[in-house]
């Protein structure tokens, strides 16, 4: 029973990984129109982790990309769904593995979110811990 | 001690180290997680501000969830910023208090006056720094214009210095008249008017005290032109060695000739 266990969990493991939008394979900026959000999402890839997140709005388009922190060849990834770019944001929060910065870049845009999800997380972090 | 009893030790240190590290990296990421609310929209966020507060939390999240609260600019943001500051006490309480300054609402600005006039030192020192956090001299001047206490006056008098609170510093000259704590706030305020008046307030001063306080405001208001006068003026030798004293500090050019003149007795 405990190898069929282990099996079970580590295709859990997998498909929840699989449920987030994946970068490509180099390194550089990659952007996602997030739909419902009006909003761009920005990821820097560097050594095959991400270390920064960016989002841009109507609102801050003013700063530009050199503003924001963005610079170089940007891949256009296409749109993402509100709900994916919060499961991408909160993949990054959770990996203790990743560097803190990008962490706190992901946690910081889960608050700007509005989003039920986000928001049981930050609960989580805050109040179950 | 031998090797084994060694290795135990450093092992249980390790584990304590990580495990210390593990607790604040833990705290750090929840202060990230408060931190991150201040621009989400307030009705997610106050709800979890305020179970910051009520929890069993570290004073370092409190305060900073104290912060998030003075920055929401929501009547119910403010309102429990402003319960906050009544309810709690000590430390909290004081932040509470200077919260409620940077947020700068001026309802619970002018909530604050009660709590100063029931607080103890350190709330009332809080509230005032709030007021000067808000730029609110004329609350200031109130607490300085209804006290009958020295040191409280002195402290607000002092505050409106700082402010360069020009306007109320003079309506207290008007009507308290002169002392040592307002001489020196109008020469911090800068006001132009009030320094040149140093120089009659020294001439025309009755204690010695108006008199030091005049010289120290020509002093911290950097006016030579006055402390010339006043030397050219005085009479009295132990006056004219004290104003001597004021030149030399503030480094005023023509004191060497002053003090050449004074060594020959020709002056």
């Not at chain 1, 997998?14 to 419902?36: C, I, M, N, R, T």
């Not at chain 2, 030091?212 to 004219?240: N, V």
């Amino acid at each position: 029973m405990r190898p069929a266990k282990t099996v079970a969990l580590a295709l859990l493991g997998l498909a929840l990984l699989w449920s987030a939008p994946s970068l490509g394979d180099s390194d550089g900026w990659y952007k996602w129109q997030v739909e419902d959000a009006t909003s761009e999402l920005y990821v820097l890839k560097k050594d095959d982790q991400p270390v920064s997140i960016r989002m841009f709005n109507p609102d801050c388009q003013t700063w530009g990309h050199k503003g924001q922190g963005i610079s170089g060849e940007i891949t256009d990834m296409g749109t993402l769904s509100l709900d994916d770019s919060v499961t991408m944001l909160l993949d990054i929060a959770r990996s203790s593995e990743l560097d803190k910065d990008v962490r706190e870049d992901a946690l910081f845009w889960l608050a700007q979110s509005n989003s039920d999800a986000a928001y049981v997380y930050i609960n989580q972090l805050l109040f179950d811990s | 001690m031998n090797n084994s009893f060694k290795l135990a030790m450093v092992a249980t240190l390790l584990l304590l180290t990580t495990s210390s590290l593990a607790q604040t990296d833990d705290e750090d990421f929840r202060m990230t997680a408060l931190e991150a609310l201040i621009a989400a929209p307030p009705e997610r966020a106050l709800p979890i501000v305020e179970k910051v507060l009520a929890g069993n939390h570290s004073t370092d999240l409190k305060e900073r969830a104290l912060f998030i609260l003075s920055q929401m600019e929501t009547p119910e943001s403010q309102a429990q910023l402003l319960a906050f500051a009544n309810d709690s006490q000590g430390g909290l309480q004081t932040e509470a208090i200077r919260m409620i300054g940077i947020g700068g609402d001026k309802e619970a600005l002018a909530s604050l006056g009660q709590l100063y006039r029931g607080g103890d030192a350190n709330v009332r020192e809080a509230v005032l720094e709030a007021y000067l956090i808000a730029d609110d001299a004329a609350a200031i001047f109130e607490i300085a214009a209804n006290t009958d206490d020295e040191e409280e006056f002195e402290d607000a008098v002092e505050m409106l210095g700082a402010m360069g609170a020009n306007e109320q510093l003079r309506e207290l000259r008007g009507r308290n008249g002169l002392s040592e704590s307002l001489i020196l706030a109008l020469a911090i305020s800068g006001d132009a008017e009030a320094v040149n008046d140093l120089v009659s307030i020294y001439q025309d001063a009755e204690t010695e005290e108006i008199k030091d306080s005049a010289l120290e405001g020509l002093m911290i208001a950097g006016h030579d032109e006055g402390m010339l006068q006043l030397y050219r003026s005085a009479g009295d030798a132990a006056d004219k060695r004290q104003i001597l004293e004021y030149l030399v500090m503030m480094d005023n050019e023509a004191v060497w000739d002053l003090i050449d003149s004074a060594l020959e007795g020709s002056n």
